[in-house]
């Protein structure tokens, strides 16, 4: 489910990717095209047979496995309605030696979940039972209200452009007794809206569960009951299921999940929104998933509900990949390829489709790997495959020199990702990372995100206005700009569901990080400082010569100070607490969040009327140069901290998150 916050990407085009795309229905259902400079290679192109494809996994798959401490994985190959390999790589249980078994074993699916529920909804689609613009309040018994004026579609659902700020409290557990009914679960926390329907790409687990319940409504069928009669059982999907726990019957078949396959396998990882998320299925299911879209719907949908859904693509950072209803694109080496990836603490799963050539690919991992390896080596997989069995040779134009670096200059800045969590105290990770574009040694741009398979910063070419691509690479990054200045911009592999919006000034952590820090080392020194002088005056009997007032408003600043280290410290104790443990998400540290809701403004404020007091008595006394400066200091350092405080939400109440 797309659970780590380590996901991110960027986009656009010739003069399109100059202006605002238009968002209007018309153009959301325009049939998509990929729009590469690409020509046939005059290479030779090996047969795509099994024993081909056998021969390239077993050259790869155990290597990556094995270089990346990786438990195991499965990978499954589908061609003209047949599985042409489905393979097994590792172990499901490590310490057992159980190795991966295909056709039997389970693996969680995370986000791949999510194309059941589009499929089950195209299917009441299909029955004339749900309208895909029309406002999704009239299937639900609680109110999603409008935003700027636009209510939510099943369209904007399906494209991830219902406007939502991230939720993440309840969503995951590791206790059944905490996975609420899916009504429940929706109802007890609305999210904010932070994007007016249909404008924006912003992936969220929420909308997709809220197309879920609403299919629990429209069919008069539980959700699981529902995809079991009429996902799984026509597609023959024996071994798959949403429902937690997991049926005594598939338990013993369930791979175990690892951070490290070098380590200890992680509890069994549940989801509150069942929908985006909670699938478990064996690779040889997710072949016949596979298999049913690419035989024009299968026994799922009818060829033209199918085709509905795969090419009715909404692509809002021109000319990257756009969203389909429910796939996204992830078109290479101008094959046009639909795509779901689904990531959980640890199990990795995607799966590719090329609908003209009626070809798939898919692959689950049951760990994460070293520094999180999952993601380069499913992302190395489809492209080798793609460059073993479509292979093209890439042509692109370029941009005048002159014109390359003035439309660098207009990239540098900070952005943030439009799937963010934009309203509650976790905006404060954001101090971690927002993403920076800068110039590079010969004036183009970097960035310190979408870095390559290896980790290193790739490099990027211009090759039309405002459209990049990475040297030597697939990859394209495209901005628009508006009134002469970069708004926006994504890249390929995430511009369905993921922009990169500029951040305003006074939010841009490019200066603030630096200023929250050296803040905080000020505020330590001088909380250090505070008792290391008294006990110096006490060794040689030196008295503080200050007036009563003037040392009250010393005392009082240096206490201040060292209680706003402790509160920032205890800021991040909590929050890398939450997000490091599932249990932790559904309201078990709710005391330690309302202690600091309740400490923090006293203090920061506590701080600045101590430092300002402090600065008065230091300046009309008889105070040196140095206690003048660092009076200033402290002043600065005040200001920062509630500035923080108030701009990410550290300053606020309420247990929403």
């Known amino acids: 489910m797309r659970f780590t916050w380590s996901r991110a990407m960027l986009a656009a085009a010739m003069m399109v990717g100059v202006m605002a795309p238009s968002v209007n229905p018309t153009a959301a259902r325009t049939t998509p095209k990929p729009v590469d ?52 790589f590792g172990y499901a249980d490590v310490g057992a030696r159980r190795p991966v078994d295909p056709e039997t074993t ?17 299917q009441l689609v299909e029955q004339g039972k749900i309208d895909l613009d029309r406002d999704i309040n009239a299937y639900l018994d609680f109110r999603i209200p409008a935003f700027a004026g636009k209510p939510i579609t099943m369209r904007n659902l399906m494209t991830h452009t219902g406007g939502f700020d991230e939720v993440q409290r309840g969503l995951n557990s590791y206790d059944p007794k905490k996975i609420p009914s899916l009504g429940d679960a929706l109802k007890r926390q609305v999210p904010y809206r ?121 692509r809002l950072v021109p000319p990257l990949n756009g969203m389909a209803l429910g796939f996204y694109e992830q078109n290479i080496n101008g094959r046009r390829a639909l795509s779901h990836a689904g990531d959980s603490l640890n199990f990795h799963s995607q799966l590719w489709i090329f609908p003209e050539e009626k070809v798939g690919i898919y692959m689950s991992m049951n ?27 890439q042509r692109d134009g370029r941009v005048d020199a002159a014109t390359a670096r003035e439309h660098a200059r207009m990239m540098v ?29 010969d004036g183009g741009i970097r960035l310190n995100a979408v870095q390559g398979i290896g980790g290193q910063p790739r490099k990027w070419v211009e090759i039309a206005p405002f459209v990049w691509r990475e040297a030597g690479g697939k990859m394209r990054l495209a901005a628009r700009v508006e009134n002469g200045r970069v708004v926006r911009f994504s890249v390929d592999s995430a511009s369905p569901y993921i922009a990169f919006d500029r951040v305003p000034w006074y939010l841009s952590t490019a200066w603030l990080t630096p200023a929250m820090l050296a803040s905080l080392g000020a505020l330590l020194l ?132």
């Open 194 to 314: 932070i994007y007016a329907p249909g404008t924006t790409p912003a992936y969220s687990n929420y909308g997709t569960s809220l197309a879920g319940y609403i299919v629990e409504r429209v069919s008069g069928l539980s959700y699981n009951d529902y995809v079991e009669r009429h996902i799984f059982a026509p597609a023959g999907m024996t071994r798959s299921t949403f429902r937690q726990p997991l049926p005594a019957r598939l338990q013993p078949l369930m791979a175990n999940g690892y951070m490290l396959g070098s380590g200890k396998p992680g509890p069994f990882e549940l989801s509150s929104l069942t929908p985006s998320g909670a699938m478990a299925a064996s690779g040889a299911d997710m072949a016949r998933f596979m298999i049913a879209h690419l035989d024009k719907g299968g026994p799922l949908l009818k060829p033209a509900t199918a085709a509905q859904m795969h090419d009715t693509v909404l």
């Open 37 to 88: 400079a690409l020509a046939p290679s005059p290479l030779p192109t090996p047969a795509m047979t099994k024993s081909d494809i056998d021969a390239w996994l077993d050259g790869y798959m155990p290597y990556a496995l094995k270089r990346g401490d990786a438990a195991g994985a499965v990978v499954v190959v589908v061609k003209d309605g047949k599985v042409l390999t489905q393979r097994g």
């Open 367 to 393: 760990a994460a790997g070293t520094q999180n390896v999952s993601g380069p080596i499913r992302a190395y997989l489809f492209e080798a495959f793609a460059d073993r069995y479509f292979p093209f040779a």
């Open 526 to 657: 001088t909380a250090i400082a505070w008792p290391a002088a008294a006990l110096a005056r006490r060794r040689y009997g030196v008295k503080a010569d200050l007036a009563p007032a003037a040392l009250k408003s010393y005392r009082l600043t240096r206490g201040f100070a060292a209680l706003a280290v402790a509160v920032m410290l205890g800021w991040i104790l909590f929050v890398s607490t939450l997000v490091r443990d599932f249990s932790s998400l559904s309201g078990e540290l709710d005391w330690a969040l309302v202690t600091l809701q309740i400490v923090t403004p006293i203090i920061f404020l506590g701080l600045l009327a101590s430092a300002i007091w402090n600065i008065r008595h230091v300046w009309t006394g008889k105070r040196g140069r140095f206690a003048k400066f660092w009076s200033i200091v402290l002043l600065i350092s005040a200001v920062v901290l509630l500035w923080i405080g108030a701009g990410f939400h550290l300053i606020g109440f309420g247990t929403r998150f």
């Open 413 to 441: 800045g900070t952005y943030n990702k439009t799937r963010r969590l934009e309203t509650s105290f976790l905006k404060a990770m954001e101090l971690a990372g927002q993403t920076k574009v800068f110039l590079d040694s």
């Open 106 to 122: 389970v693996f969680k699916q995370a986000s791949v979940s999510k194309l059941i529920t589009w499929t089950a909804v195209m």
